[in-house]
């Protein structure tokens, strides 16, 4: 058949399933292909739908004056079914009180899906964006070099365009440098961690239990066969920074392992004050509150839970919080104006965990790092008295990224989202509001690091990695029905291969759209940066690059922006 007739006979295809039904405009937002695909399907009954949405919305910010309040927890490294399911705590020897009453007054969410690992899941929330897209799908640590772009545009500058007080205490992860920085990223004031729970064991302590190597030299006898000082060690790098809009930031408390025990309670007080100052003022208010949960030196005496493990016993702090917020939503007489979600940011370190750690991998295979169902399906509640009707269970696929457009919605805010890059998230205000089976979603791209690793669509899932040889003819083991296994152990080919070419023009689609907007690296730079406290040795950091370049055939961008190879394999830890 000539190629003008194949040509003809696929753009009369995109017609009928809804891609060329309207020109994406310039004013609105574009989302991924696939969504295109269910608009044109569903569009009519969502519009209608959405003007019953706007009225109860517009009903609620009569009766308060403001629009909804909107507060987000993210916690670290647990499975689907380790909170929010007391009789499957009972079986692994601790509970979670408070949040398991979220769940039960308000939406327990079954299939919330994230990004494998933290930096990813809280760049992806932040800019209702896969990672992928501006290159935030690896895990940092320090010295980084790199962070979250300044042109990405967060939840947090949507909402505060449209006259939100917001606010973000506890674990970032987001980048060293100082575009990166929570302050700089549309908070009004924030206290956050740059890296993550690592950092807990970087102080003398850790490495005198072998915990770390060679961090701290001075604890070794000298080395007379050391040239390079500080060499490997990251000398200068700072563990939390607070700051306020428009301003320099401060490194807060210092790197010991007692600062780093500090950092939740004080996240803890200052969301409270947040919230109270706010409610005060009348002035509407997004917070963020996302605690460090683990801290790998902790020494639990007595046991806070039967189990004795270390997960166990770091949910009773966090749920403690939940339970004090809840209660001081309803004091300040706010609760039916705000929204308060809770989720883990991906699945449990399964592979070569702590010993005693307890990551219970649960139903799901895998965790951490992996594009299964064990990596990316998370425990998440959702609770807005009076607005979410009590003691429901979700099914509705909802991907992290979707909160970034739904808290825009509800806040009136859609208007600040960019219209000039692909928005992943899709709004859910539907799910909250109506209950189950008013999802808009009914499909998840999973990426592995910067690698696309696996493709969901309703019960099915197809991996594009790791799928086993391949058949001369090109067809593999890589399909998987989630009712049937949703352990992913039996792949499936005869049974499922009627699915493969629907499989691959979802793909083919997901491809063209990064191609129309092409994906961009992450933000480069000098790490710890406008700190008004730095110290000589923060200070020195730049002086080392400038000392390095100095001496090497390179300019420091060439040297800084230099794309590692294997930065974006499976299981990369940064640089």
């Known amino acids: 058949m000539p190629r003008k007739s194949l040509s003809a006979l696929f753009s009369t295809a995109l017609l009928v399933v809804g891609i060329g039904v309207s020109p994406l405009h310039a004013e609105e ?86 990004e494998p690992s933290c930096t990813p899941t809280r760049a992806a929330f932040l800019t209702g964006r896969h990672p992928v897209r501006h290159g935030m799908g690896v895990v940092g640590m320090p010295h980084e070099f790199s962070g979250l772009r300044a042109e990405e545009v967060t939840i947090a500058e949507v909402l505060s365009d449209a006259g939100y007080a917001t606010g973000f205490f506890g674990k970032g992860h987001l980048g060293d440098i100082e575009e990166s920085y929570l302050h700089n990223q549309g908070f009004d004031e924030a206290l956050f961690t740059p890296m993550n729970q690592i950092t807990s064991l970087y102080n003398p302590q850790g490495n005198a239990v072998n915990a770390v190597l060679g961090m701290f030299p001075e604890i070794y006898p000298p080395d007379p066969y050391q040239l390079d000082s500080p060499g490997l060690v990251p000398e200068g790098w700072v563990m939390n920074i607070e700051g306020k809009k428009g301003e320099q930031g401060r490194e807060w408390c210092g790197t010991s392992n007692e600062c780093y025990g500090k950092l939740d309670s004080e996240a803890e007080k200052r969301t409270l004050a947040f919230i109270r100052k706010n409610a005060e003022a009348k002035k509407p208010f997004f917070v963020s509150y996302w605690p460090n949960f683990l801290n790998f030196m902790e020494v639990q005496m007595p046991k806070k839970s039967v189990a004795g493990l270390m997960v166990a016993d770091s949910f009773p702090k966090l749920d403690n919080f939940v339970g004090s917020l809840m209660d001081e939503l309803k004091q300040l007489g706010i609760a039916e104006n705000t929204l ?4 883990a940011d991906n699945g449990p ?30 425990p998440a509640f959702a609770w807005w008295p009076g607005m979410i009707e009590e003691g429901q269970v979700v099914a509705d696929i909802v991907h992290v990224t979707d909160l970034y457009t739904t808290f825009a919605r509800l806040g009136g805010a859609t208007g600040n989202i960019p219209t000039d890059r692909v928005v992943d998230g899709l709004d859910q205000t539907a799910v909250l509001l109506d209950g189950d089976t008013n999802g808009r979603r009914d499909y998840v791209f999973i990426y592995a690091g910067h690698q696309l690793g696996a493709t969901v669509k309703g019960r099915y ?13 090109g067809m593999p083991e890589a399909y998987y029905d989630l009712y049937m296994d949703p352990r992913e152990e039996n792949p499936q080919l005869v049974p499922l291969i009627h699915t493969q070419g629907q499989f691959n023009h979802m793909r083919a689609r997901h491809e063209l759209f990064k191609k129309k907007y092409p994906d961009v690296e992450n933000a480069k730079g000098i790490p710890y940066t406008g700190l008004s406290n730095a110290r000589p040795e923060t200070k020195a950091i730049a002086e080392r690059v400038k000392a390095t370049v100095d001496a090497m055939p390179f300019d420091v961008e060439e040297y800084l922006e230099f794309d590692l190879p294997g930065s974006d394999a499976v299981g990369d830890w940064g640089r």
């Open 349 to 378: 370190m399964v592979h070569s965990p702590p010993a005693g750690w307890g990551m219970l991998p649960m139903l799901y295979r895998g965790g951490k790092g992996d594009f299964t169902e064990g990596g990316v399906r998370v």
């Open 340 to 343: 308060v979600i809770a989720m």
């Open 461 to 473: 899932k197809r991996h594009w990695i790791g799928a086993g040889d391949v058949a001369a003819s």
């Open 29 to 114: 937002i574009v989302h991924d292909a696939e969504f295109y695909i269910l608009k044109a399907q569903n569009g009519g009954n969502w519009a209608e739908q959405d003007k019953k949405l706007d009225a109860k919305l517009a009903a609620l910010e009569e009766k308060f004056g403001t629009p909804p309040n909107i507060v987000y927890i993210l916690w670290d490294d647990t499975a689907f079914g380790a909170a929010g399911f007391p009789a499957l705590q009972k079986n692994f020897g601790y509970e979670t009180p408070n949040l398991n009453k979220m769940a039960e007054e308000g939406i327990n969410f079954t299939r919330m899906y994230t």
